[in-house]
């Protein structure tokens, strides 16, 4: 206690250079509460707070007191309790037993140069966080408190030197060894400015001979970029006599620029002139780097279109982005904190969250699908494509729940119309084949010797417009639902325009296997653009030429070969590939993950369509 009464930090003002590593810590270490204590006999008072709402607390309500004597401090020199209410030092404690109480403590000791404990810099959150803090954010809790110590004793230096100042003027050699003693640089100036003295950590620092930046010579050690702004605060501190205060990138002996924190006090006389400045730089580059990195990371998450959010174990919400908070109506994150992911959903989508997605996430550590949102103000539904993963700590424990959600509204209206011009366009082919075929109608009834031909004549084209049921696109209504179509089915509905006079041109034969909606468009427009070709040049341009479509399935592969016979002989391949080539190939690799081979035979063409044969069922 005399330690602390020493420094005369109990009960002070409020300090932005605190606040900010308060600050730095809730940031870093994700947590709604970050605390700068000191431990006095009956309370806790507390330098700096966010989002704790009180500067001091009785020593009953303190889990910090227990840091500071702790047995059971781990090997990285923080004190850490996962469950506060599973500790028997903190589960009696009133602010643990709170329904919002706090679960999880972590807390780095704030010792005095001489090694005494007199607070922590600590965090708190309200979730118990069994894998504790990782890495990163430990050692960052554990130089927030080392700067927290450096402050401290940086505050009683300034008190000393303003409590000694006659003593000081007296006594070089007696200052020179303080300032030489501190581990920040320490730099002293005449009233007009002029500098006269820099400490060894300043020479150790920058690496220049000793004397060489007295008088102006300091300034060509910061960076050009910073020099007019600390030139600035410099002139405005000599004129005013306020303290100086400015950060800037000081040249280390590397020949790297770090970031200093430079602070200066003006050391008055008895009569209140300025007899002296007294300052100090502070290496601050590790502490800035990670702060510049923490604001680049939330710059990327807030300015995100997506919805971005994270949540705890339990599930409650942790952070929402802003475009999280627009596309559910929530007016802020204060609001999206008092709500769990389950809340987020439609009672349908509900459902399938805690059927589907709670499983999957249980079993596989993510989940991806279309389901939908609900606008808390409006009860709107919302599609979104759902991403949701387990967020893990640096030791690999569960820490939480991640999402990147996107808003699927402009795709859904987009396919909506889509499937409005598919049906019009289905419309309209078959008010084709219906004209024509009333056309062959009315010509047969004109010319009693036309019948027959007509007669034919209707039937392919009637098969030519069930394969067009086959092969055009569907929407989700006009998709096929008997469930029972397979391929060689399919095969033998499109090749049945293909037949004469009864006698089947085309003979299909071989192994059957179910298909799907996907993959049977693809064969049927892949096999109906074959039998064109075979039309026009190949077996099927002359009366005799017949082809035969064999279906082969084996363990994990399904394979389709159209063999032609008896049609014009074929003195080489054809020297390129046509439209309706190109598109059957695109549609086998890009559909089907397979392959599909042309073997240009004297004899006839050999055609051999090979793909998975899982994928036949989509």
Not at 225 to 239: C, G, K, T, V
Not at 392 to 408: C, E, F, I, P
Not at 537 to 560: K, W
Request: with cysteine; proline share 4%.
């Amino acid at each position: 206690m005399a330690e602390l009464r020493a420094l005369r930090i109990l009960d002070t003002e409020p300090d932005p250079a605190y606040d900010d590593l308060a600050r730095i810590a809730a940031l870093v270490c994700a947590v709604p509460v970050s605390l700068i204590g000191f431990v006095d006999a009956h309370r806790q008072w507390f330098k700096a707070e966010i989002g704790y709402g009180e500067r001091e607390t009785g020593i009953d309500r303190s889990v910090c007191v227990h840091a500071l004597h702790a047995d059971d401090v781990q090997a990285d020199g923080l004190f850490v309790i996962t469950d506060l209410t599973a500790d028997p030092r903190t589960r009696d404690n009133p602010a643990i037993q709170a329904e919002d109480g706090f679960r999880f403590y972590a807390a780095a000791v704030i010792r005095s140069r001489s090694g005494v404990p007199i607070g922590t810099m600590c965090v708190l959150d309200r979730t118990v966080r069994p894998g504790g803090l990782t890495k990163a954010q430990g050692e960052t809790l554990g130089a927030l408190a080392r700067q927290v110590s450096t402050l401290v004793e940086h505050r009683r230096t300034l008190a000393d030197v303003d409590a000694r100042e006659t003593e000081l003027a007296a006594s070089e050699r007696r200052f020179r060894v303080m300032t030489s003693a501190m581990p920040q640089m320490v730099w002293t100036t005449l009233p007009d400015g002029f500098h006269d003295f820099y400490n060894d950590r300043w020479y150790e620092f920058t690496g220049v001979p000793y004397g060489s930046t007295d008088g102006a010579g300091w300034t060509d050690m910061f960076h050009p970029d910073d020099q007019p702004e600390a030139w600035r605060r410099w002139r405005d501190s000599l004129a005013t006599g306020e303290p100086y205060e400015v950060e800037y990138r000081l040249r280390h002996h590397s020949g790297a620029y770090r970031w200093t924190l430079g602070r200066a006090m003006p050391i008055r006389g008895a009569d209140g002139r300025i007899e002296r400045w007294f300052g100090t730089c502070t290496d601050i580059h590790e502490l800035k780097q990670a702060v510049a990195d923490a604001r680049k990371l939330a710059a990327v998450v807030e300015t995100s279109k997506d919805f971005i959010g994270l949540a705890g174990e339990d599930g409650r919400i942790a952070h929402l982005n802003e475009a999280a908070l627009r596309l559910v109506g929530l007016l802020d994150l204060a609001a999206a904190r008092r709500t769990a992911i389950a809340d987020y959903f439609t009672p349908e989508s509900r459902e399938a969250f805690e059927g589907t997605v709670v499983p999957a996430l249980a079993r596989d550590g993510w989940w991806e699908g279309e389901l939908a949102f609900r606008h808390f103000a409006t009860g709107e539904a919302i599609a979104v494509l759902f991403t949701v993963f387990a967020v893990r700590d640096a030791a690999g424990h569960h820490a939480g729940y991640g999402t990147v959600t996107r808003d699927l509204r402009e795709r859904k209206r987009a396919e909506e119309a889509r499937d409005l011009l598919i049906k019009e366009l289905s419309h309209r082919i078959k008010n084709i084949f219906a004209v024509v075929g009333g056309i062959a109608a009315l010509s047969a009834r004109s010319d009693p010797g036309a019948r027959s031909f007509a007669k034919v004549f209707r039937e392919r084209l009637g098969a030519l417009a069930q394969a067009h049921e086959y092969v055009r696109p569907h929407s989700t209504e006009s998709a096929r639902r008997d469930g029972g179509q397979t391929v060689l089915g399919l095969m033998r509905l499109i090749l049945s325009a293909y037949a004469e006079e009864g006698r089947c041109r085309v003979a299909v034969d071989g192994d059957d296997a179910v298909v799907g909606e996907r993959t049977a468009t693809a064969l049927a427009l892949i096999m109906h653009e074959q039998a064109t070709n075979a039309v026009k040049y190949g077996a099927l341009s002359n009366e005799a030429g017949t082809v035969t479509l064999t279906g082969l399935q084996t363990a994990s592969r399904y394979c389709l070969t159209w063999a032609e016979q008896g049609g014009p002989p074929i003195a080489a391949a054809p020297s390129r590939k046509g439209f309706g080539t190109e598109l059957a190939e695109r549609s086998v690799a890009g559909q089907l993950d397979g392959s599909l081979e042309h073997d240009w035979a004297p004899g006839g063409l050999v055609l051999r369509l090979d793909v998975p044969a899982e994928n036949l069922r989509f």
